[in-house]
């Protein structure tokens, strides 16, 4: 039986300059065969550690600019098993932005604290109550090491600005928002993984804050 196709609807860059990639003004979509967990492992085909759980979908050549990065990330994935049959909606990369409200909880980079994927972008907005402020606590945290932290990193923010930009394989401390909303950004490129990421967060008063 030939492997299903994948299809990955998106509006990454089509320019392939990758320093100033632009967004496409249509949705495209590329069509992807399947490639068999014993090609994608093999370390001359995928640069990182390639799991069962994993699908993975590739040209074996160079193809075109026919890729799913670039923005394309997060945007869902479709599959259709056999020919005409019913096409299934997955999801790629960590599904977007996601809003948490409340006092407390959990986030954590895709299969933490197993390898995250190559080019994910994830995105988290906490609000918590009025008059409480955004407490942030990394309990791991192992992200590939770069200057700068251009390939993988994690951005926080809050209302008035950058709480900073953070990679390798040090936590940053403890840190408190400025208000109580707190944004949380996760991307990675397409080389080289680690294990991620995994914060608690929680609202506290501005008195307890420092
Ligand atoms: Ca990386």
Not at 22 to 36: D, G, I, M, R, Y
Not at 91 to 101: N, P, Q, R
Not at 106 to 125: A, F, G, M, V
Not at 139 to 146: I, T
């Amino acid at each position: 039986m030939p492997l299903p196709l994948m299809r990955f609807p998106g509006w990454g860059d089509e320019t392939g300059d990758s320093v100033n990639p632009k967004a496409s003004e249509t949705l495209n979509q590329v069509a992807l065969p399947v490639v068999p967990y014993d090609t994608c492992k093999r370390m001359d085909y995928s640069w990182f550690q390639v799991k069962t759980s994993m699908i993975c979908c590739r040209y074996t050549q160079p193809d075109e600019l026919q890729s799913v990065c670039q923005g394309d990330s997060g945007g869902p994935l479709v599959c259709q098993d056999t020919p005409g049959g019913p096409w299934e909606v997955h999801a790629s990369g960590c599904g977007g932005l996601k809003d948490l409200t409340g006092d407390d909880g959990t986030i954590s980079s895709l299969d933490y604290p197993s390898t995250y994927s190559n080019n994910p972008r994830c995105q988290w907005n906490i609000e918590v109550p009025a008059g409480k402020l955004v407490n942030l606590h990394f309990s791991g945290f192992s992200l590939e090491k770069s200057q700068l932290c251009m390939n993988d990193k994690v951005s926080l923010t809050d209302s008035v600005g950058s709480l900073g930009t953070y990679c390798s394989h040090v936590a940053p401390g403890d840190l408190v928002s400025d208000g109580n909303k707190s944004h949380i950004s996760f991307s990675c490129n397409e080389k080289v993984v680690d294990t991620g990421f995994t914060l608690t967060w929680r609202a506290v008063d501005p008195t307890q804050a420092h």
